[in-house]
């Protein structure tokens, strides 16, 4: 069990070096991060055509899915977390819900009644925070995004239509959470990680990550073995 502990030890504190160390970041994401940060005009008056006519405008126009510019939205608007952060961004895959939805009508739903703005503006220009004193009757945007998203996923039977489903739960700054000296030991570091996370502890004991299952054919004395691990006869950080 001491051995166990050790190596469980060695998993978080390798994990804090990995965090700490710098990493590629893949460039559509931070566009897509900086562009969530925007806040643009707000549009007060909206043309109000019924559906149909607001579809057969779009293809009048020759809007289509080709004319999709930005491919991935990373849903995390200020507007939103003005008020409350409990969950983390949507990753958003715009180009293919058009391409599965086919409508573009589906979402942009009403267009700005200025005719010099875009005919597919973007959400947060018509809703942004709820009960806005001078257009009160608009859907904030957190409602907007819900009543969207999960109404369509339900009306498909696709689609998450719960939280965590389409969010991660933010997770507290574990610098302000992790009591532990400098020069903190294996054990000093696994008894404070399990003074939150006792239950996840004992449930990766019983994985097969921990007790390595199966057969060992590439490892020396050990090829016939169908269990050889960290649960078992080897001791490893990782």
Same mark, same amino acid.
């Given at each position: 069990?001491?051995?166990?502990?050790?190596?469980?030890?060695?998993?978080?504190?390798?994990? $804090?070096?990995?965090?700490?160390?710098? %990493?590629?970041?893949?460039? =559509?994401?931070? !566009?897509?991060?900086? /562009? $969530?940060?925007?806040?643009?005009?707000? %549009?007060?008056?909206?043309? =109000?055509?019924? !559906?149909?006519?607001? /579809?057969?405008?779009?293809?009048?126009?020759?809007?289509?899915i080709k004319d999709v510019e930005t491919t991935y939205f990373h849903l995390e608007s200020p507007?939103?977390?003005?008020?409350?952060?409990?969950?983390?961004?949507?990753?958003?895959?715009?180009?293919?819900?058009?391409?599965?939805?086919?409508?573009?009508?589906?979402?942009?739903h009403y267009r700005p009644k200025d005719e010099s703005m875009s005919e597919t503006t973007r959400c947060s220009a018509c809703h942004q925070e709820a009960f806005k004193a001078d257009n009160p009757q608009r859907l904030g945007l957190k409602a907007a995004f819900h009543q969207q998203c999960m109404a369509c996923h339900k009306q498909e039977a696709k689609g998450p239509v719960n939280c965590t489903g389409c969010h991660l739960k933010n997770v507290p700054d574990h610098k302000e959470l992790v009591k532990l000296p400098d020069d903190a030991d294996p054990f000093q570091v696994t008894a404070e990680c399990r003074r939150c996370h006792d239950a996840q502890a004992e449930d990766m004991l019983t994985t097969a990550h921990w007790l390595w299952k199966g057969p060992s054919p590439f490892t020396v004395k050990h090829r016939k073995d169908i269990q050889h691990g960290k649960g078992t006869t080897a001791l490893n950080n990782y």
């Amino acid at each position: 069990m001491i051995r166990k502990i050790m190596v469980w030890a060695g998993v978080v504190m390798l994990g $804090a070096c990995l965090c700490s160390a710098e %990493v590629w970041k893949a460039p =559509d994401q931070e !566009k897509a991060k900086e /562009r $969530a940060k925007e806040l643009v005009p707000f %549009v007060d008056a909206v043309k =109000d055509d019924c !559906k149909v006519l607001r /579809r057969v405008c779009l293809l009048d126009k020759g809007i289509d899915i080709k004319d999709v510019e930005t491919t991935y939205f990373h849903l995390e608007s200020p507007i939103i977390k003005a008020r409350e952060d409990h969950y983390g961004p949507v990753r958003f895959a715009h180009k293919r819900h058009a391409a599965l939805i086919g409508d573009c009508t589906a979402c942009h739903h009403y267009r700005p009644k200025d005719e010099s703005m875009s005919e597919t503006t973007r959400c947060s220009a018509c809703h942004q925070e709820a009960f806005k004193a001078d257009n009160p009757q608009r859907l904030g945007l957190k409602a907007a995004f819900h009543q969207q998203c999960m109404a369509c996923h339900k009306q498909e039977a696709k689609g998450p239509v719960n939280c965590t489903g389409c969010h991660l739960k933010n997770v507290p700054d574990h610098k302000e959470l992790v009591k532990l000296p400098d020069d903190a030991d294996p054990f000093q570091v696994t008894a404070e990680c399990r003074r939150c996370h006792d239950a996840q502890a004992e449930d990766m004991l019983t994985t097969a990550h921990w007790l390595w299952k199966g057969p060992s054919p590439f490892t020396v004395k050990h090829r016939k073995d169908i269990q050889h691990g960290k649960g078992t006869t080897a001791l490893n950080n990782y």
